[in-house]
């Protein structure tokens, strides 16, 4: 069955607050407002289509979003309709950087990446029960896959980096994380809690994941999970193709490649923790 790309609306998931307080259940919708915005970065998102997304009445989000603007955490635009990522998002992630940004540190890996193998090379981040893609970097072979770009959001178990991070989390957490997901209805069969169990036992095997064409058909992906100073996968270096680019011997290379990077980054960023920690 041929898959359909996946629109930006698509990515974020909608969450169930009703027994929450009602102060908690305003800081969730919120949250979930401006995953949402992030998400359509950097063409914006309609009103409709956030509603959408978030699963929330359009009038709800439609104050959500005005009072975003009011604080400088959206921007409107008037012309297109279209809501966009504000000012103070922007100044309060510089700060974040600091301490939580490794782009520079990984940027080397995913450029060499791209350069080794021709294909794209990204870095995703862990953000609770999904993976965000920071960085993308092309390389020379001129037929690309654009599944995964910069600010795009999939939960964990889709795409070869929430594979790879899934599959290297405590073995208690991705078993709660697999009775709890709901993927199959958005994501196809292929993301069931069955399949997903043989994912994440084949990526443990190999140390690295591949996803053959599961979110648009015949776009390959591999990923290697990245380690924190815990030994916690908190982000993945990723590679996406089309599918003749990905055969067997050559995912060999491609797995083995992967696995240098992911584990030089991860011994960069445990010897720059310790430093910090001094």
């Not at 929450?20 to 289509?49: C, D, F, K, N, W």
């Amino acid at each position: 069955m041929k898959q359909k790309l996946l629109r930006p609306e698509h990515i974020v998931h909608n969450v169930v607050m009703s027994n929450s307080p009602a102060g908690t259940q305003v800081v969730g919708r919120l949250a979930s407002v401006l995953r949402a915005v992030s998400t359509s970065m950097p063409e914006g998102i309609t009103t409709t289509q956030a509603a959408q997304s978030t699963g929330l009445a359009r009038p709800t989000v439609h104050r959500l979003l005005s009072a975003l603007v009011t604080e400088g955490f959206c921007d409107h635009d008037n012309r297109t309709g279209r809501w966009l990522l504000g000012p103070e998002l922007y100044l309060m992630g510089a700060v974040a950087a600091e301490r939580y940004d490794i782009s520079e540190l990984a940027r080397e890996h995913v450029a060499a990446l791209a350069e080794a193998t021709g294909e794209s090379a990204f870095l995703s981040a862990r953000r609770g029960d999904e993976t965000v893609c920071l960085l993308r970097q092309d390389g020379a072979f001129p037929i690309r896959s654009f599944v995964l770009y910069e600010g795009r959001r999939f939960p964990l178990g889709v795409a070869s980096a929430g594979i790879a991070i899934l599959a290297f989390l405590p073995e208690q957490s991705t078993e709660r994380y697999l009775k709890n997901a709901d993927l199959e209805p958005e994501y196809g069969p292929a993301h069931s809690p069955a399949q997903l169990r043989k994912k994440v036992a084949e990526t443990r095997q190999l140390g690295y994941s591949v996803n053959p064409g599961l979110i648009v058909e015949g776009s390959w992906g591999m990923g290697a999970a990245v380690f924190d100073n815990s030994g916690q996968p908190a982000w993945a270096l990723s590679l996406t193709g089309i599918h003749t680019r990905f055969e067997a011997q050559r995912r060999q290379e491609l797995g083995k490649l992967l696995l240098h990077h992911a584990h030089e980054l991860s011994t960069k960023l445990s010897a720059r923790n310790n430093l910090v920690t001094r």
